[in-house]
């Protein structure tokens, strides 16, 4: 009974493929994320949704782009992958507005090594 | 805008030592305070959390972090850790209005038997 789930758990590709990350919130969220986990485990967020309108978007390359087809979806597609896009990456949701902003609920994450 | 600085990278304990994780920000508006642990090869999950009220807050599992408004600060605090608290500790603040969460960067505890 996965609250936030990702698939695919680990994703192994050549430099210059693109590839998609899928991310699915069964808590009835209104906001969604995408963060990067380098290395060093430093977190980068990347983008967020409320309603499935775009509401951060950080300096992220325009390889880069998220789709969110409902407020339970939010997948990341990544063109031309680049070494330095290998990497952890959380989805995560939340529960905001109406004067309250909570905390957030993360998905398993997937390991992305672009080779 | 806001940022978090968690003061330790790595801090090692020996079991049943206490232990303190240190987290200070600043915002130039209200905030909202949160502690996430992230276990090996898991997503973060949150800790403990002050939105409002009482500046102590408590986990199930026996952490405690206190907001110190005047000090910008919101300590991580066991009294006894265990060698399953072996973690990657993230603080992380909200201003009161924001959809833009500040993670700090990390405090990795490690408990040593």
């Known amino acids: 009974d996965t609250a936030v789930s990702q698939t695919p758990k680990y994703l192994v590709t050549q430099m210059g493929n693109d590839k998609s990350i899928k991310c699915e919130q069964n808590?009835?969220?209104?906001?969604m994320y995408w963060y990067k986990q380098d290395s060093k485990k430093f977190l980068k967020i990347m983008f967020s949704?409320?309603?499935?309108?775009?509401?951060i978007n950080e300096t992220v390359p325009n390889r880069f782009s998220p789709k969110s087809p409902d407020k339970a979806h939010l997948n990341l597609h990544i063109n031309s992958l680049e070494l330095g896009d290998s990497a952890v990456y959380f989805c995560?949701?939340?529960?905001?507005?109406?004067?309250?902003?909570?905390?957030?609920?993360f998905g398993p994450g997937t390991r992305l090594t672009v080779l | 805008a806001q940022s978090v600085t968690q003061l330790d990278s790595q801090v090692p304990v020996f079991e049943e030592a206490p232990v303190e994780l240190r987290c200070n920000y600043s915002?130039?508006?209200?905030?909202?305070l949160f502690w996430y642990v992230q276990y090996p090869n898991q997503g973060l999950q949150l800790l403990l959390k002050?939105?409002?009220?009482?500046?102590l807050v408590k986990s199930i599992n026996g952490f405690e972090a206190e907001f110190n408004k005047s000090q910008t600060s919101f300590h991580l605090r066991k009294p006894s850790v265990h060698i399953s608290d072996t973690a990657e500790y993230f603080c992380?603040?909200?201003?009161?209005?924001?959809?833009?969460?500040?993670f700090g960067r990390g405090t990795s505890l490690i408990v040593h038997p």
């Open positions: 808590l009835g969220h209104d906001t």
């Open positions: 995560a949701s939340s529960q905001d507005g109406g004067g309250s902003y909570n905390e957030q609920f």
């Open positions: 002050y939105l409002s009220g009482s500046t």
């Open positions: 992380a603040v909200r201003p009161g209005g924001s959809y833009i969460p500040t």
């Open positions: 949704y409320n309603n499935k309108e775009l509401i």
């Open positions: 915002s130039s508006v209200s905030v909202y």
